[in-house]
């Protein structure tokens, strides 16, 4: 047993400009995903909803079929890109909800104080009150369930679901950002100099406060990606036959035994893509110091 | 005393406007409520039913009736063809599942992450630290969901360890009841043991800067008395506060997990419910999550409070 006197003193780390290999890995994952997303209408894939019987159930590899088959014999491969695209679009469309609402909010709130913060952090109270899967899952079962529900609306609605739960996490990294920003000399040049609030507040404090927005929107992204499998597999996820990870998750959730691969190779992919933005997250993080307990 | 009087002022107003939102979720629905409700009925069992919710009084009226319902228990029900049944008969029963499940997952965690971050604290920057670090880091990219589906696909199927479905209570068979357990409560656990570990390692190190630890090891106090009683208490609120903020994120993974091993729990009636298109049962299992993990939060601050003296006889 080593004599206390040798605890470590806190690492102090330092602070590199460069990513080093696990960052630029990250990277280069998220990338990957990005561009297979945004090429999926012109990759050379097969149709992702197109069912060839004999690929049915049948694992990596058959066929000139990378990932094999799902449960009724359409691509893996194919779906998982396509599916990229939808849990994307569908994660980062509620993160930039969630920014430009919460953004709004938490710099009124900071910047004004008073009665506008009071207002908006009891808001965001409120919002955190629920516990987040469930305020998801009971908006979009309450708005887009049903029989003349559009895979458009249901889509529409989950950005919604998901960005709300989304508010009150961005709003308060904003305000506490605010509220420390708006105290600095070059905020109050700008007052003396007869600037309005309107562009203190968009001109001076925003760009100083977005940084660490960027840095939990990254968290963010990947926390819709996940709650769309959890949502996906309660049955309101996306939409099918558009496939998302979770939703493919889901659909071959019943085949467990006869084709794991289905459920496997979509978890891999949510499972690296939420590694790569966590890893960023933090990365980002360390750099501009965002304190955790401001979650 | 003080402290406690200004979070009961405001757990009052959180449980307002949440029990407000929630009583307010049927008149949300499109179209006419009714319709979505009991679709199948006939024009007079719908007219029966728009009596009987209230639908048409004024916002007031039905937030009022729908409160005074809830808290003497009356739930609503499950409508179907053949009749109405009282939604509270499978509350009563799926409640005391779904606790044991989160119980037991909060045990499991805080029983490797609190000797896990107290030892990386003491041995910050060791190799240790490092492995138990990454390790940890990969974990907390796990979705739940994954986990359980894995799990319930190699230890379940393949190697046949334990069973991938059902519920055994505890007073039946408590060996049997910890098996079909296991594997609900792993998957809860592992993402919680990452962030509790993460959580109290970077506390305690902070703690462990402090003046008392190094006035207690010049005192010739033994290096695991001073991990153990002077740092770890100070730590340990942090890691109360947020393990009931933590609630939150457990009870959506219990919900999912639940339907996942077939644990008859909220989370189960919650994805029937869904899957029925039953609102009010919807509305109801809702809005007793939501009251519960206020109410959990709620207690956890006022134990804080209690437990840490500085913020006990601190007068604002």
Same mark, same amino acid.
């Given at each position: 047993m080593p004599e206390p006197d040798q605890v470590a003193p806190v690492a102090i780390r330092a602070r590199r400009r460069t990513l080093g290999v696990p960052g630029k890995l990250a990277v280069g994952w998220l990338l990957l995903v990005v561009i297979a997303a945004l090429l999926a209408p012109v990759l050379p894939l097969d149709d992702p909803n197109d069912p060839v019987g004999s690929i049915a159930?049948? !694992?990596?590899?058959?066929?000139? &079929?990378? /990932?094999?088959? @799902?449960?009724?014999?359409?691509?893996?491969?194919?779906? %998982? +890109?396509? !599916?990229?695209?939808?849990?994307?679009? #569908?994660?980062?469309s509620a993160v930039i909800l969630g920014i430009v609402i919460g953004g709004f909010l938490g710099l009124v709130a900071g910047y004004f104080r008073g009665r506008f913060d009071t207002l908006f952090v009891g808001l965001f109270d409120v919002l955190l009150s629920f516990p987040q899967l469930i305020l998801a899952l009971t908006l979009v079962t309450v708005?887009?369930?049903?029989?003349?529900?559009?895979?458009?609306?249901? *889509? +529409?609605? #989950?950005? =919604?679901?998901?960005?709300?739960?989304?508010?009150?996490v961005l709003g308060r990294i904003a305000r506490a950002n605010t509220l420390t920003w708006s105290q600095r000399e070059f905020v109050l040049a700008a007052r003396a100099m007869g600037a309005? &609030?309107?562009?203190?507040?968009?001109?001076?404090?925003?760009?100083?406060?977005?940084?660490?927005?960027?840095s939990i929107a990254l968290l963010g992204i990947a926390? $819709?990606?996940?709650?769309?499998?959890?949502?996906?597999?309660? !049955? $309101?996820?996306?939409?099918?036959?558009?496939?998302?990870?979770?939703?493919?998750?889901?659909e071959g959730r019943s085949e467990l035994r006869d084709a794991p691969h289905v459920v496997l190779a979509p978890t891999v992919a949510i499972f690296l893509t939420v590694l790569a933005l966590n890893y960023l997250g933090d990365v980002v993080r360390s750099r501009l110091d965002v304190r955790e307990s401001a979650l | 005393m003080r402290v406690v009087a200004r979070r009961l002022v405001h757990l009052l107003v959180v449980l =307002?406007? $949440?029990? /407000?939102?929630?009583?307010? #979720?049927?008149?949300?629905?499109?179209? @006419?409520?009714?319709?979505a409700i009991a679709g199948f009925a006939s024009e007079e069992q719908k007219e029966a039913l728009r009596e009987d919710l209230g639908l048409d009084d004024p916002v007031w009226t039905q937030y009022g009736r729908w409160i005074g319902d809830f808290v003497t228990g009356?739930?609503?029900?499950?409508?179907?063809?053949?009749?109405?049944?009282?939604?509270?008969?499978?509350?009563?029963?799926?409640?005391?599942?779904?606790?044991?499940?989160?119980?037991?997952?909060? /045990?499991?965690?805080l029983v490797f992450a609190v000797p896990l971050g107290v030892y990386s604290a003491y041995r910050a920057g060791s190799r240790f630290d490092r492995t138990a670090s990454a390790t940890l880091f990969g974990l907390l990219a796990i979705p739940n969901f994954a986990l359980a589906l894995v799990l319930a696909y190699y230890v379940g199927v393949e190697l046949g360890w334990l069973p991938v479905s059902g519920y055994v209570a505890p007073n039946e068979d408590?060996?049997?009841?910890?098996?079909?357990?296991? *594997?609900?409560?792993?998957?809860?656990?592992?993402?919680?043991?990452?962030?509790?570990?993460?959580?109290?390692?970077?506390?305690?190190?902070?703690?462990?800067?402090?003046?008392?630890?190094?006035?207690?090891?010049?005192? !010739?106090?033994?290096?695991?008395?001073? %991990?153990?009683?002077?740092?770890?208490?100070?730590?340990?609120?942090?890691?109360?506060?947020?393990?009931?903020?933590?609630?939150?994120t457990l009870i959506g993974g219990a919900v999912i997990v639940e339907v996942i091993f077939s644990l008859p729990g909220m989370g189960l009636l919650l994805f029937e419910a869904i899957n029925a298109r039953q609102y009010i049962a919807l509305q109801s299992l809702v809005a007793i999550i939501a009251v519960g993990?206020?109410?959990?939060?709620?207690?956890?601050?006022? /134990?804080?409070?209690?437990l840490d003296p500085r913020i006990r006889h601190a007068r604002a």
């Open positions: 159930r049948q !694992g990596p590899g058959t066929d000139g &079929h990378v /990932l094999g088959g @799902d449960g009724l014999g359409r691509d893996l491969f194919s779906r %998982l +890109v396509w !599916g990229a695209r939808a849990s994307l679009l #569908l994660s980062v708005l887009a369930t049903g029989e003349g529900v559009s895979s458009t609306r249901r *889509m +529409v609605v #989950l950005v =919604f679901a998901l960005g709300v739960v989304s508010i009150p309005r &609030h309107r562009s203190i507040m968009f001109g001076e404090v925003l760009p100083n406060v977005l940084p660490a927005m960027f926390v $819709v990606i996940v709650a769309e499998g959890g949502l996906s597999l309660l !049955g $309101v996820g996306v939409r099918l036959p558009t496939p998302s990870w979770g939703n493919i998750i889901a | =307002f406007f $949440v029990t /407000l939102f929630v009583a307010l #979720l049927t008149s949300m629905l499109p179209g @006419d409520p009714v319709d009356d739930l609503g029900g499950y409508y179907s063809v053949t009749g109405e049944r009282p939604v509270m008969d499978r509350v009563s029963t799926a409640l005391p599942v779904s606790l044991q499940l989160m119980v037991e997952a909060q /045990l499991l965690a408590l060996l049997e009841h910890f098996r079909r357990m296991a *594997m609900p409560a792993v998957s809860l656990a592992v993402g919680q043991i990452a962030v509790y570990m993460r959580l109290l390692r970077s506390d305690m190190i902070a703690t462990l800067q402090e003046d008392f630890i190094t006035m207690a090891k010049a005192k !010739g106090i033994p290096p695991s008395h001073v %991990l153990w009683r002077h740092a770890l208490r100070p730590s340990s609120l942090t890691l109360l506060t947020v393990a009931g903020l933590n609630v939150g993990y206020v109410l959990i939060n709620f207690l956890v601050d006022v /134990l804080y409070a209690v």
